[in-house]
């Protein structure tokens, strides 16, 4: 039997002129956890979808099971006994769960039908055993990004898959779904099972995997064992540097109230009220946070915070006007610049190149459209490239590569950078840094700070309890759509909050 479930051999592919992944030589061990790290845009998404089919190398070889093999879609991928959870979701929103999960496998009833009996007892079955709740019978559309993602996981369990690629399965689930999964993971490694588990998060990399390897530019630049490394040296051996966890900053200089939430409660798009009677000021020059579980009304509030979704009771107050009923246009043009959760449906359109994505939200005025409507173009791509440049995002043609074509990270880079730009008075963040590598975390977390000591107001939204600690002046805690408590951030602690988010939880529950 051969030692290496997969052996990539001198793998290169580009796009263009940029070289995404530079004669990668790579194995993976039968039956371990192998970790592939690496700075946003560094080629890891690439090299996997190389294996899965998805993109063809340039040249190079791949050996599966010691055998050189040729993969040309998906489907000699899960022939070969590879599935993949892919970074960014590849499911049907209109069809159900079960009908994603079965999507080109349906198990047929002796007259030809599709057997959903069968189907829903199958990965009833999956779920079950490894832990993955999801409800068969919803609609993608109608489901949170953390099913969404377990309905993927289940979708490679279903195809019974013996290599399963992880492409950042964290980077949308919850500290509670990513304990979960890191038990997944040694479960299906107990069975035999060999998995490629891509992250930013060095924890989860020491928790759950046997071996690690980084890539850097397109270029594997080690190979370790992870028992052999701390956190510290995993994050230099990325980005080249040593990077700080910790962001540094002065006591605030605290102003005026720029938002105030006068008993708001607004509604979820099933129709239950998911933010109930919440009250809350942010003033300028202080970062407020709001810690909480997911699902509590955190994304239900940033909805009416950015004027998508009218709040069904309350009144929103920025600068002491009343925007309650303000769109978005007119809420940017008070200076609200906002980073949504979920860039890929909520900020960013992916046909449109990077200028166009940048001045998504000011382009019909002002320096970039005339009293006439003509567009500026040549100001939108100049400034574009201005900050797609101060924000280190890299793409193959610059601002004129579209966001399809940018790594994970980079997009979320495009929108904050955008968003930064808008935001004169108040900055609204939620899960600013979710799928970046350490260094741009570093970087994003420096903005941050900056435009609070520029005398911004910044309320950050995160499901990260050291993203909040990190950042905060003051903690608010979320629970069932109310604000549970407010906490001075300098006497905080990690354990505090923690119990402030889970004993107001089962306090509501249990009333
Ligand atoms: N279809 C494409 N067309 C042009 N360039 C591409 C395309 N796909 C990827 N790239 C570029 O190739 C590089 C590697 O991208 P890849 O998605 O593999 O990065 P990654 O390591 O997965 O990053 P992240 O952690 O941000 O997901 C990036 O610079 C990206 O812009
Ligand atoms: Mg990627």
């Known amino acids: 039997m051969d030692e290496y479930a997969i052996e990539f051999k001198e793998i290169t592919k580009r796009f263009g002129t940029l070289v995404a992944n530079d004669h990668v030589s790579w194995r993976i061990k039968k039956g371990e956890v192998h970790a592939l790290l690496g700075e946003n845009g560094a080629g890891k998404s690439t090299i996997t979808s190389i294996l899965f089919g998805l993109l063809q190398a340039d040249s190079g070889e791949i050996l599966v099971d010691g055998k050189s093999v040729l993969i040309h879609n998906p489907n000699d991928a899960n022939a070969l006994g590879i599935g993949m959870v892919h970074q960014h979701f590849k499911l049907v929103p209109s069809y159900t769960v079960t009908e994603n999960i079965i999507l080109g496998l349906e198990p047929k009833t002796a007259w030809g039908h599709i057997n959903y009996q069968r189907a829903r007892s199958k990965i009833q079955e999956i779920s079950h055993q490894f832990g993955l709740a999801v409800d068969p019978d919803a609609r993608i559309a109608n489901i949170n990004v953390g099913m969404q993602q377990r309905v993927e996981i289940l979708k490679t369990l279903y195809r019974d898959a013996r290599i399963i690629v992880l492409d950042e399965p964290t980077a949308v689930l919850t500290p509670q779904e990513i304990d979960d999964l890191m038990q997944i993971i040694l479960r299906l490694k107990a069975q035999g099972r060999t998995i490629i588990f891509i992250s930013h998060k060095l924890k989860e990399i020491k928790t759950c995997a046997d071996q690690v390897t980084v ?23 990325m980005v080249g540097h040593a990077v700080e966890f910790v962001t540094q900053k002065d006591a605030p200089t605290i102003g005026n109230v720029v938002l105030r939430l006068e008993n708001i409660s607004v509604k979820s798009m099933r129709g239950s009220i998911a933010v109930k009677d919440l009250s809350l000021s942010v003033h300028a020059g202080e970062v407020l946070g709001i810690a909480g579980v997911d699902g509590n009304g955190q994304s239900e509030l940033a909805l009416a915070l950015s004027g998508v979704v009218k709040p069904v009771k309350g009144k929103i107050y920025l600068d002491e006007v009343d925007v309650t009923s303000f769109g978005v246009r007119k809420r940017v043009e ?63 043609n610059g601002w004129r590569s579209s966001i399809s074509e940018l790594s994970g990270g980079n997009r979320q880079k ?32 420096r ?65």
Do not use: W
Not at 417 to 440: F, H, N, W, Y
């Open 414 to 445: 495009v929108v904050v950078a955008r968003e930064m730009t808008i935001a004169s008075k108040l900055l609204v963040v939620c899960q600013p840094t979710r799928g970046l590598d350490v260094g741009s975390i570093e970087y994003i977390h």
């Open 334 to 396: 008070m200076g609200l610049g906002l980073t949504p959760e979920d860039r890929e449906t909520q900020a960013v359109i992916s046909n449109f190149n990077l200028a166009e994505n940048y001045v998504l939200k000011t382009f019909y005025r002002n320096p970039y459209s005339s009293v006439l409507g003509f567009l500026n173009k040549k100001k939108i791509s100049d400034d574009a490239q201005v900050q797609l440049e101060n924000f280190d995002v890299r793409s193959a």
């Open 215 to 237: 890539l850097r530019r397109g270029k594997i630049v080690g190979s370790a064992d992870v028992s052999d490394c701390t956190e510290a040296q995993l994050a230099e051996m």
């Open 447 to 511: 903005q941050i700070i900056a435009q609070r000591n520029a005398g911004k107001a910044v309320l950050l939204i995160s499901f990260e309890l050291d993203e909040i600690l990190n950042l905060c002046d003051r903690i608010a805690t979320i629970s069932h759509g109310s604000i549970v408590g407010i906490i001075d951030a300098k006497d905080a602690t990690r354990q505090q909050v923690g119990q402030m988010m889970t004993a107001s939880h089962k306090e509501t529950v249990v009333g």
